[in-house]
Each structure stands twice: as structure tokens, then as C-alpha cells.
């Protein structure tokens, strides 16, 4: 059906940077919504970011003006470009897709991708 390819994960010290990227294939006819979220050990899965297929987007407040999520709708794939980053970032980052296929055009299935580690420490 729909796979989600995550990318760009990794050991960063505290106040660098990462990107994140995740690339839907498959049998897409249309995706809505894409979005990242995050879970630490010990806590609960969070949303991080997200955007819309118009463009517009939301943050969690522990990220605003050090995160930017971006979307490129024809390569079907979302960015995360993480600045700043902080010990408290440290976690498991998942790619998540509201998708429709071609077999259901108007039904949105979410899809979430595999997960990326994130680590950030000195």
C-alpha cells in the first residue's frame, strides 16, 4: 500500500543541527496532513510538528522557533530541520501520514513510519 522512508537521524551535541526526512510510496492518490512525532524513553508519544497539504503548520511549544517542517507534495516527503538542539530532544522520531490511495480516493488512512533515533549529548 503506502511506505514511509525516514532518514537523517543520528548522535548530535546540544545546540546543533539535524534534518529529518520521510518519503511516502506506494499508491498514493492524495495526502493531507504529515507530521512528526517524538517519543523519550519513559514518556508518552507526542506531536511535534505538523503541516498541511496547504502549507500551514503547527509546534509544540518546546520547539517553536528552533524547528521548521517543511513539505515538498511532489516527491511526497516531509522535513524536519531541527536547530538548537537540546538533551531534552533526545528521542525516537516517527514520520506520520494522513494518506488516501488510489484503491480508496477519499478515504484518509494514517500511516506512520519506523522511527529515527535522535540523541543529543556532548
Known amino acids: 500500500q503506502v511506505q514511509l522512508v525516514e532518514s537523517g537521524g543520528g548522535l548530535v551535541q546540544p545546540g546543533g543541527s539535524l534534518r529529518l526526512s520521510c518519503a511516502a510510496s506506494?499508491?498514493?492518490?492524495?495526502?493531507?496532513?504529515m507530521g512528526w512525532y517524538r517519543q523519550a524513553p519513559g514518556k508518552q508519544r507526542e506531536l511535534v510538528a505538523d503541516i498541511t497539504s496547504g502549507g500551514s503548520t503547527s509546534y509544540t511549544d518546546s520547539v517553536k522557533g528552533r524547528f521548521t517542517i517543511s513539505r515538498d507534495n511532489a516527491k511526497n516527503t516531509v522535513y524536519l530541520q531541527m536547530n538548537s538542539l537540546k538533551p531534552e530532544d533526545t528521542a525516537v522520531y516517527y514520520c506520520?501520514?494522513?494518506?488516501?490511495?488510489?484503491?480508496?480516493?477519499?478515504?484518509?488512512?494514517?500511516?506512520w513510519g519506523q522511527g529515527t533515533l535522535v540523541t543529543v549529548s556532548s
Open positions: 506520520n501520514v494522513h494518506v488516501a490511495t488510489v484503491a480508496l480516493k477519499y478515504r484518509y488512512l494514517e500511516v
Open positions: 506506494g499508491s498514493i492518490f492524495s495526502i493531507n496532513v
